[in-house]
Every structure is written in C-alpha cells, then in structure tokens.
C-alpha cells in the first residue's frame, strides 16, 4: 500500500513503574516529579511503551501535556493524606512489600469495580455461569478472552484498572470460544459480538484466531457484527502495519468481511494528536482497506480532553481519514475519578460547543453520555420547563429494551457529575425506570447466589 513502504517498523518496548529511572532518562523529568510517578503507580497501575515516549508526548509541555496526563498516573489522583503517607514510607525506605500493603488498602477505598458489572452482567443459565462474557443490552453480547486483559499502555481513568493491579485475578475472562458460540446459539436476540478487555488486539493473530474463526464457521445464532474494542490504533498503531504479524491480523480482517460479517474496529482515541502520526494514519488506511469500519469513543476527562477544540479537531480528523465518530462518555466513577471528574453540565457545555462546530458528517457521534447500571444514558439537553431548570436525558441503552430512546428529566444540578447524583424533576420521588430496575437486580441476585458466583 502506498506510503507504507516508508514506515520503519518499531519493536514495542513496554516501560513500567520500575523503569522510572529509564522514562526519567529519556524524558528529563524532575527527581520530585518521577519520585511522584513512582508513588502513586503504587496503587494505579503504570504503563507507557517507546512510540508513547518517542512521538505522542510532549516533553516540553510536562505535566500538562494531554498525553502525558492520559498515561502517567499524577500526583493529584490521590487524597492528599494518601499521597503523604506513601511519600513517607518511601522515605523510610520501609521494603517495598510493606508500601504495596498500603497501597492496596488506598485501591479498596476506590470503587474498583463500578456499575455492578460483574453481578448484573455475567450470564448465568441453567446453572452454567458464563465467566468471560457479558450480556446487559439484548443485541449486544461482550467477550473479554484471557490473553486480551491488558495494554500496550494504561490510561490513567481507566474503568478497568482493577484488573490490572491484580484485584481482579481476571474474573472477567474466558478462553473458551465454544462457550461463547453455544450462548450465542440460544440467543437469537444478539446480532453483535464485542470482543474486548482490556484490549484484544495486544493477542498475537494466531491466538485472536482461536476466537474469531470457530465463530465465522459456525456462524450461531443471527450474529451479523463482530466489533472489536481496542485502543491500539492510538498506542500502537505498528501492530497494524509493521508488527511481524500484521499482514497476518490484516488477513484476519478480511477473512471476516469475505465471510459476511460486518466487522466494526471500535477504537478509543482520546486526544486528536493519536490521529496524527503518519504510522496512526498507516494503521487506519490498512484496517479501512480490508472491508472494516472504524468507530470512534472516548471519554471526556479533564485534564486531557476537556475542551470543545479538541473534540471538534479529533472528530474532523476521525472523518477525513474514513473514520466515524461514535460516542462520548462520561469517565466513570472509579479510581482517580476526581482528578479527571467534570460537572454533568459542563460535559454538556463542551459537547454541544464541539457539536456546533462540525458538519453533520461528524455528528454521528452521540453524547456525553453515561455508561451507568441502568444503561446508556445521554445528556441531551438543558431547559425549562414550567419555570423549573432540568437536564433532559435520554436513553441511548436500557438494561430494560423498553427504556431505549425515553427521555428524562431530573432536576438541574451545576455540580452533580454522575447519574447518583441527580434528582427527579417536578418533585417526582424516583425516575420512572427506578422499580423495574430493583425487580431485575432482584432476578439476578437470585441466579448468582444459586449459582454462588
Ligand atoms: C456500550 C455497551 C455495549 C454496546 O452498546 P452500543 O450502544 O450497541 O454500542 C454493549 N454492552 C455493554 C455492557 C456496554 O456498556
């Protein structure tokens, strides 16, 4: 393909919190700043790799350049009083076994696991519990695969990021390919497969293939989509192009579109600079090349991506190259979440400034939006009626079918930066999807304590 021929190929070099030293090297950070990184990578997990340190962060913008903020865990995402107390076992040179026993007992305070996914949403049928697997919108089913549970790089808001400082010990995942195709067969209802993870493009292709091609055989059910959810375009875009099994997972690509299925490549770029590199641009003109959509969401985070020029840009960029601009979310709440935290009304602010700002081409995208227990909820406006200010929201996914596309009010709040932190409007005592919402959670608890997952 045309232009590829002049991109060096990479060899991906991961660093992490022991690599400190190395970053501190290349990058010519302070003592206090990477003596700060190494304190709070304690308790969120780090991970950066060479294309990261070499061409997307900015080394003369630290530390607020976006990237640097999307990858490098800060100072700022601990309490203060948290943040003193490790500084001073450090100081003391206390053994490094003691001050991860402090750190866990910081990650447990931290809603490592937010929105009930792992008891709302793991199938449990006829006794069988479908470890690995996800099933919460009718249409929709997701797959986490064992060796897929991890990153070429971590983001510092990352909802999963349990799993990765090792309080999870990959519930989540499955390696079992049959179990999927055999839940998939008595769930006429599903049309998509989401394989995801962490992300399941840092498996080699031979192992994706143990995944993908029993499932294009077979083809159970009325599968019709198979996404993938990856944030590799963004951080290592080489695995599409110059990787030695690229050509390989290219081939995959297309195997899957020839077969008949739609294949969405749903990938996560948080900042339009990801979009930029000639071997981003590479990887996206390679997947675009086999038959593949590409589908763009991220969340809105402050201190990396919190201003509409920065939406608008990435968006504009996402369509030029044949992109489509899919949603974006509201970070949730885990983890560091109020470092990057933004009011629900200000995320409205910026979406809809972007929004005005772009042809209707980028205006595919749908937001901001929350990812919460009962569904996919969007912020679609903010009004008055009868003399009372309210946020309309809507539902873009309901736990529920029946609540998709309602729309909802709840009374206006400048501060409130989650759906639990919202109240009916007009008085009202609970939203309308409040009581089936119990009823089901109630359905499911009955399942899982039978099944003792
Ligand atoms: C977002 C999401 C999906 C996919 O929803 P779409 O609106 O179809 O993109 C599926 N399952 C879960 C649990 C999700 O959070």
Known sequence: MKGIDKIMPKKYKPYSRKDILKIQDVAGLSHE???AIKIVSAVFPFRVNNYLIDELIDWDNIPSDPIFQLTVPQPGM??????????????KEVPEKEILKTARKIQMKMNPHPADQMELNVPVENGTVYRGMQHKYNETVLLFP???QTCHAFCTYCFRWAQFVGLDDLKFATDRADKVIEYLRNHPEVTDLLITGGDPLIMRTKVLRRYIEPIIRQRPGNLSTIRIGTKVPAYWPYRFVTDKDADDLISLFEEVVESGFHLAIMSHFSHPRELETPIAQAAIKRILSTGATIRCQAPLIKH??????????????????GAIPYYMFIGRDTGPKSYFKLPLARAYDIFSNAYNKVSGLCRTVRGPLMSATPGKIMIDGVTEIGGEKVFVLKFIQGRDSEWVNQIFFARYDEKACWLDELEPAFGEKQFFFENRLDEIKAEKDVFHKASSL
């Open 33 to 35: 700043l990477s003596d």
């Open 78 to 91: 601990l309490e203060w009083h948290d943040f003193e107390k490790l500084k001073s076992l450090y100081q």
């Open 146 to 148: 064992h060796q897929g």
């Open 304 to 321: 990396v991506n919190d201003d509409p020029d920065i939406w608008a840009k990435m968006w504009q960029i996402q369509v030029k190259l």
